[in-house]
């Protein structure tokens, strides 16, 4: 490859997608980590949520949107929500040629190595906790932990109605956790990119001897890795003009728009919709 | 026309369509008024909620439900879904020529009627209030009338958590529904389907002096009315062996049938999956 080719290659985007907003979290992660990196952004506004929807529905859906973010040529792919990554993510890896990265395998790999007493909690959607995939990957590293998890269907409206620091977000969290600290974990996944945003209400109830694990945090470091490794890494800042971060929804951009600004404080000036039924 | 035509066409199903389970207490409302008619029901589930979703993203997909109903030669079709008879009815209706009934006008029609001091109270998703529609529509009967809305986006996700007679859901009305108290209004319009499931609640919290208006009763009761001015009424119980009730969803049949059995009682043996994008 020329050295001009190589260069392109690594000033290509990153491709991040989400059901909806919640992958901003780990949006936000790569952009402290890896700030040279620009960042294709595509939120499933008009179909959002998967948490409740079926492995193929899901994997539909994730096919679609990995069509979109190829045409925008990027160089890697962060499947930023979790049911995703849980339900498609195998499928989607033996299609594509360019690297592509979910957050179950690094949340699930920190919490293996964070947890003290072997006994791992995980909190997600419906889909994530049904597909019981964070305690396949959490038991090939550590074969003899107990992991239980905790389908929280109620967390993301929770959520998304603002109620981040609420009574009714305490009741509702108090009901999910009690079965986790009756159990004895020592460390908890929060297994879906909307509950970071509860994290100071989930870390009240659980206690201070209970670690809490981001996925979205390892993931970025992952990511990095991966970058490095297969020489894509960009070390040099985008020249400046350029249109660094890029977001795209199904739809209500505006909407989208003010969440995204109360989570990433780069202040992000445009949305735009796109049918993403024609990919 | 021949009388084996106009048979042919009285026998024909009512299409019955919701972005997923809510739309089945307007169905059962159709099975106990007019026990004859076939009815085939779609539920969007792959697409679900529609509440938060945009006029052009709800029309486009109420267009393409509307397609599929009639691959099943529906002879009526009833929008039994708020959100999409406030964006998406006067446009479809328009386009196609077999007639179709919202649940909005049916509401406000009852509502105008039953309000004694004119202050009437709509309580929906963000999109069926944000359109303004009821109101418009009741100012059409009673241009006095004074109409507040209430968005309560918390209530599906709590009806579909089972969280029908709930503290939580006590506590997250009382907050929707203050305002409306304040105000006095004597008319409350249940301006989603979800709703009629925690009536109870609505109702205690509002008081006895509130008429509640459930707008799936007066929609089958409008729905009759327009069959029999149109020919099109079925006098006679379909044949034995008739497959009279049609349910099909576009992800989760089995969520769906378990949420379904528990809303109406005939006993729902199958629900069909398919794919909404294609139509």
Redesign the interface.
């Known amino acids: 490859m020329k050295t001009e080719e190589i260069n392109a290659l690594r000033e290509a985007p990153i491709g991040v997608f989400d059901s909806g907003v919640g992958g901003l979290t780990v949006v936000r992660e790569i952009m402290r980590q890896i700030p040279n990196e620009k960042i294709v952004y595509f939120g499933d506004?008009?179909?959002v949520p998967y948490g409740?929807?079926?492995k193929?529905?899901v994997t539909?859906y994730s096919r679609q949107i990995v069509r979109f973010l190829q045409t925008k040529q990027v160089k890697a792919i962060v499947v930023a929500c979790n049911t995703a990554s849980a339900f498609a993510l195998d499928e989607i890896e033996k299609e594509i040629d360019i690297p592509i990265i979910g957050v179950v395998r690094p949340g699930a790999k920190v919490a293996a190595e964070a947890t003290r007493n072997g006994r791992v909690g995980v909190i997600g959607t419906a889909g994530t906790v049904g597909s019981n995939i964070y305690s396949t990957y959490i038991k090939q590293i550590k074969p003899n932990a107990e992991v239980t998890s905790k389908a929280c269907?109620?967390f993301v409206?929770?959520v998304?109605?603002g109620l981040w620091q609420d009574?009714?977000t305490d009741?509702?969290a108090m009901r999910y956790l009690s079965e986790l600290i009756d159990i004895g974990i020592d460390t908890l996944i929060l297994g879906c990119t909307h509950y970071p945003l509860i994290r100071s209400t989930v870390g009240r109830i659980m206690g201070e001897h209970v670690t809490l694990v981001n996925p979205a945090y390892e993931t970025a470091r992952e990511l990095k890795e991966l970058l490095m490794e297969k020489g894509l890494f960009n070390p040099i800042p985008p020249q400046l003009g350029t249109n660094k971060y890029q977001f795209f929804v199904?739809?209500?951009a505006d909407?989208f728009m003010q969440f995204a600004n109360s989570i990433i404080k780069y202040g992000i000036l445009s949305t735009k919709i796109i049918?993403i039924?024609e990919f």
Chains 1, 2 share one sequence.
């Open positions: 506004t008009a179909r409740n929807k079926s193929e529905t539909r269907p109620l409206p929770l998304e109605e009574p009714v009741e509702i199904s739809d209500g909407r049918n039924e």
